[in-house]
Structure formats: C-alpha cells, structure tokens
C-alpha cells in the first residue's frame, strides 16, 4: 500500500528548519557557517520519522524548499526579530556553487537556503526513516535538550554580567567535562528507558 504524504508533518519540518538554521546562528556563534545544514538535517530526520524511505525522503525534501522560501524572502524585508537577526550565513565550501546559481544578491540568502534544504532535507529524511536509527536520534535530542537547559541556566545565573552573552553560555557548558558527562549520562539513561518501557 502506498504511503500518502504527510502535509502537516512537512510544515512542522518546514517550521523547524527555518528557525533553528535562525536560532543555531544567533546562540552558538561557532556553529553560525553550519547553522543551516544542521538545521536541515534534523528538519529532515523529523520529516522522515516513522515513514517509509521514499515517503521520508521526499518529506524533507519539501520541507527543506518550503522552509528555505519563506526564511530566504522574509529575511529580505524583516532584518531582525527582537534582536535576533534573520541572515543566516553559510559555509564557504558551498558559497561558490551558490553563487553561480543565485542571478541576484538579494536572492542570495533565499537560493542557499533552499539549495540546503533540498539537500541536507532529503538526507535527513532518509535517516528518519530508519528505524535502526531512531535510539541514536533520540539520544542525540535528549543531549543537546541537556546542553541548551545549561547554556539558558548559565544565562540566567549571569543575567547581571553586562558582558556576558550566550555564545559565552553554551562554550561554557560545551567545555565544561562535568556538564558533558551528566549530558550524555542524562541521555543515556532515558534512552535506554524509553526502549524497556516500549517493551511492555
């Protein structure tokens, strides 16, 4: 039997993709160049979860277009969002092969993003789909849930420090063995639980 597509999980994707390749740039400044693909990435490995290789591949392939349409023209007319800018920069191994797709600047942003979401979307998709990897990813998605609940805990303990700001937050927690170790014990832990608890 046929798999129909899932509209509303690619919107969700879609949604996901736009504000994390956002987020990701604007909190961890060392990730900024790789925002975006990471954001495809998981846009698409969510896209693709529970569905058959085909169905997965071609949900983050949509939303991956969708999401990089609608964040590409937006940040054209609004540059910002309480603070948080909208450009969104991209590695320089892929600037060249952009650039002699994109006939305009302006159109810069919107054809690199949706150019990576095609992508990196359909891959993540493809990995969603599997099922084998599904343990991994939801110990990946435990992981950095630990690592962002540090850099926002460390945020507000420095809320007073005027030059304190969150790139510092998450280098913080990323450097830090002690906040590793209880990240990855955390994530171990309640994977391991989710599988004992599905077995009943």
Do not use: Q
Not at 104 to 133: C, N, P, R, Y
């Amino acid at each position: 039997m046929e798999e129909g597509l899932d509209y509303l999980k690619i919107i969700y994707s879609a949604l996901i993709y736009s504000i994390c390749s956002i987020l990701i740039g604007y909190f961890i400044l060392d990730l900024a160049p790789y925002a975006a693909i990471l954001a495809a990435l998981g846009a698409g490995i969510y896209a693709g979860h529970k569905s058959k290789a085909i169905t997965g591949i071609t949900h983050g392939l949509i939303a991956g277009i969708i999401g990089g349409i609608i964040t590409g023209i937006t940040s054209i007319y609004v540059k910002n969002i309480a603070g948080i800018p909208l450009s969104i920069s991209v590695t320089n191994l892929i600037i060249p092969i952009i650039s002699s797709v994109s006939p305009t600047s302006s159109l810069f942003s919107t054809t690199a993003l949706v150019l990576i979401g095609l992508f990196f979307g359909a891959i993540g998709g493809l990995m969603g789909s599997i099922k084998k990897l599904r343990g991994v990813f939801l110990f990946l998605t435990l992981f950095l849930l630990f690592i962002i609940f540090g850099a926002v805990d460390n945020a507000a303990w420095n809320i007073m420090e005027p030059d304190w700001t969150w790139n510092i937050s998450f280098s913080h927690v990323l450097t830090n063995p002690i906040d590793l170790f209880v990240a990855i014990m955390f994530a171990f832990i309640v994977t391991i639980l989710a599988y004992v608890m599905s077995l009943f």
